[in-house]
Each structure stands twice: as C-alpha cells, then as structure tokens.
C-alpha cells in the first residue's frame, strides 16, 4: 500500500482490488450469535441433553463479556470466547440440527459414537474451555481486590485497625 492509496483511504475513496476486512464482532453481535443459537435449539427441537449445555455454554460468555477487557483485546482466550459465540457453537449445534433425529440419536458415526454423542463431547469441551476462561478473566479481578487490600493495610494498618494510641506504647 502506497501513500497515495493511504490517503485515500482516508478521504473515504477505496480501491475496490484492496482486499476489505470485516469489522471485530462487537459484544451486541456476540449476544445476537448466542441469541441465534438457541433459537436454532428450539426451530430443530433440540433434545434437552443438547438444549442445558448450550445454555450452560452461552450463559459462561455472557458472563464472561463485561471481563473480557481483562483478558487483553487481542488474546487467545477473547478471541476464543468470540469464536465459541460466533462460530463454533453455532457451526456445532447447526451440523447436527441438520441431521435426521432418529438417525442423529442411534446411528454410530465415529465408532461408536452417535452424532449426539459427539455434539455432545464437543459442548462439553467448549464448556470447559468456556468456564477456565471466565475463571481467569475474573481471577483478575480477585487480584485487583487482594492488591488493593495490601495498598490499604500498608496506608493504614492491619485489619484490626491503625495504632491510634497517643503518647508512648506502653
């Protein structure tokens, strides 16, 4: 990218050969993908097995949204936890949904593993994955909590309170 093709990015005047880059998923389209997914649950009348670890799945990132800041924008766990949102557990969810139920719930597909069975390993790996994240982002939290802690012990004592006593010790 020359200077002049800089500059008129900057005027708004795009080169339509420049290759465009999409916008990062804000926290209203994470919402929307989760939203989307459990829609999907309930057009394909998802079985309940399917149906309590999505949302236990959703409900780990929902939580884990207003912390994501503490991970660093650009890490692998918050790109992790926008992936789930927006493509892995939609893409997981969407590929069995896809599927006959009967044969869906009875036929082996991967020894002898239904394709339930195997949604249901993958829900459980991005729950887990899920769940160490938002342990971590909020551990950062707990953190700031002890340190501030030590900062007002040592400006102010102990947790017994200051040594207020007036004259010599005794």
Do not use: C
């Not at 997914?37 to 394909?44: E, K, R």
């Not at 097995?49 to 650009?74: K, M, N, Y």
């Not at 004592?157 to 200051?162: D, N």
């Amino acid at each position: 990218m020359g200077l002049r093709s800089w500059l008129d990015g900057l005027r708004g005047d795009h080169d339509p050969a420049l290759p465009t880059v999409a916008p990062a998923p804000t926290e209203a389209d994470i919402l929307a993908a989760l939203d989307g997914v459990a829609q999907l649950l309930v057009d394909g009348n998802a079985p309940p097995v399917v149906t309590a670890r999505v949302d236990r799945i959703s409900r780990t990132i929902r939580d884990t949204l207003p912390r994501l800041r503490h991970l660093g924008i650009g890490s692998l766990d918050s790109y992790a936890v926008v992936a789930t949102a927006t493509d892995y557990l939609p893409e997981a969810v969407g590929g069995y949904l896809r599927l006959p139920r009967d044969w869906a719930d009875t036929r082996p597909i991967d020894g002898y593993k239904t394709s339930l069975m195997v949604l249901v390993d993958q829900l459980e790996l991005l729950s887990a994955t899920m769940t160490k994240i938002l342990d971590a982002a909020t551990r950062s939290d707990a953190q700031a909590l002890i340190a501030h802690g030590r900062f007002l012990e040592a400006k102010f004592g102990t947790a017994a309170g200051p040594d207020l006593t007036l004259g010599p010790p005794s």
